[in-house]
Nanobody, 123 residues
Framework: QVQLVESGGGLAQAGGSLRLSCAAS????????LGWFRQAPGKEREFVAT????????YYHDSVNGRFTISRDNAKNTVALQMNSLKPEDTATYYC????????????????WGQGTQVTISS
């Protein structure tokens, strides 16, 4: 089992920045691929970013590429999402997810999910 707890959400203005963090416990962290997903009200959950076990592979949704950066610290069992140049359309609940297999954009490949943290961007 893996427990994931997100933090760092909140309210920001368009053009601003937020940093999300996710702390993991319950399994060797370095054995997990990690991802961030988001879900806006009335919309389906969508992929945001993923990072492989060694951080050698990172992949982003086109809508956040160049603005968001995913990183991990295997010594601290954390994964972060640095979000810059925020837009109102980034408003959503953001979820951290862990996979025992591959770093992928497919949500179904992630076995473990956090409870989510709300991000609201005002224009």
């Amino acid at each position: 089992q893996v427990q994931l707890v997100e933090s760092g959400g909140g309210l920001a203005q368009a053009g601003g920045s937020l940093r999300l963090s996710c702390a993991a416990s319950g399994r060797t962290f370095s054995s997990l691929a990690l991802g961030w997903f988001r879900q806006a009200p009335g919309k389906e959950r969508e992929f945001v970013a993923t990072i492989s076990r060694s951080s050698s592979y990172r992949y982003y949704h086109d809508s956040v590429n160049g603005r968001f950066t995913i990183s991990r610290d295997n010594a601290k069992n954390t994964v972060a999402l640095q979000m810059n140049s925020l837009k109102p359309e980034d408003t959503a609940t953001y979820y951290c997810a862990a996979s025992t297999t591959l770093a992928t954009m497919r949500g179904a490949s992630y076995e473990y999910w956090g409870q989510g943290t709300q991000v609201t961007i005002s224009s």
